[in-house]
């Protein structure tokens, strides 16, 4: 088969510590390497173009919209398309395996599974459920897209199969905790937008993947978000932060470990928690109101 040729869309904004290790892990493996940034004020840009990249700049709402765009305006020529975080890099071997498999996809076939692996404080954390986390992350072009969500947005493939490719695409941010917890911050408020929007029904664009515990990884994912959505507020990050750390062994990754989902997995929850409660409060209870604010605010169209 011809139907080789891959895109690397990455988005940034300043991403100048990261930007020159992920577009290295993509060279000769995709013969186009999309920046799509965010107005960085350092050298991403500067670096992203001596690379060999190319790279625009578009307003930033979120993630997924941003990417959506790229896809949509970009003139991408390439038949597959490849999101990469400026913070991860490919390992050789799966980008190996990739060009080996890649040229044997039938056309029936729209999606790609990788492994996602996290590094935090330079350990690899591969216990409590963090790793191997497939997900997919290759898209034939004009077959998929972003979940349009605020936060922890995951790609889909509006219809035929997908494949699982058993190799990794390494999350490893080089920032520090303090750069880290603010980041989380940030995150909080939009993560506490899509706990309103599934709790009240009001998450529409992404109404079509039914909630099945048996059923894909995206209907299983959201009907475990939904349960996690309508357990008690306030309890449920401890709740996650037992299951994660105890019972799928999250202790077995160290002292990193321990920092990661203590941070991650109890204190970035309860900081969602938090901010979803302060809004409630902010609308006195009202849970009419409420809508109307997110209907006003955060459902529209791209």
């Given amino acids: 088969m011809t139907d080789v040729t891959i895109a690397a869309v990455i988005l940034t904004k300043n991403e ?50 941003q990417f959506n765009w790229a896809i949509d305006c970009c003139s991408i020529a390439a038949t597959w398309i490849w999101r990469v975080d400026a913070d991860e890099y490919v390992e050789k071997e799966l980008a190996m395996q990739v060009l080996a498999r890649i040229r044997e996809l039938p056309r029936s076939v729209n999606g790609i599974y990788v492994n996602k692996k996290i590094v935090f404080m330079g350990r690899p954390l591969l216990h409590g459920g963090w790793y ?73 664009k992404n109404a079509e993947v039914q909630p099945k515990f048996w059923g894909t990884d995206a209907e299983r994912k959201r ?4 349960k996690y959505v309508r357990s008690p507020l306030f309890l449920r990050p401890f709740v996650n932060f037992f299951l994660r750390y105890v019972l799928k062994g999250g202790f077995l990754d160290g002292k990193e470990g321990f920092i990661w989902h203590i941070l991650q997995g109890f204190w970035y929850r309860m900081l969602v928690d938090a901010k979803v409660y302060e809004w409630k409060k902010k609308m006195g209870g009202d849970t009419e109101k409420m809508k109307e604010w997110l209907m006003e605010n955060y459902v529209k169209e791209n």
Avoid at 35 to 40: E, F, G, L, T
Avoid at 151 to 167: A, K, Q, R, S
Avoid at 223 to 226: A, R
């Fill in 16 to 65: 100048e510590r990261h930007i020159a290790r992920c577009i290295r892990s993509l060279q000769g493996v995709c013969g186009e390497i999309w920046v799509i940034d965010s107005y960085s004020t350092d050298r991403t840009c500067e670096i992203a173009e001596s690379m060999g990249a190319r790279v625009v700049q578009h307003p930033f709402e979120n993630q997924a919209r």
């Fill in 132 to 204: 191997p986390a497939p997900q997919i992350k290759i898209i034939r072009k004009g077959y998929g897209a972003s979940e349009d969500k605020w936060m922890d947005e995951h790609l889909t493939v509006f219809h035929g199969e997908t494949v699982y490719i058993n190799g990794d695409q390494t999350d490893e941010n080089l920032n520090d905790l303090s750069w880290w917890s603010q980041k989380h911050i940030g995150y909080a408020g939009r993560e506490a937008i899509n706990v309103l929007l599934m709790a009240y029904g009001l998450d529409v």
């Fill in 223 to 226: 009907w475990l978000k939904l």
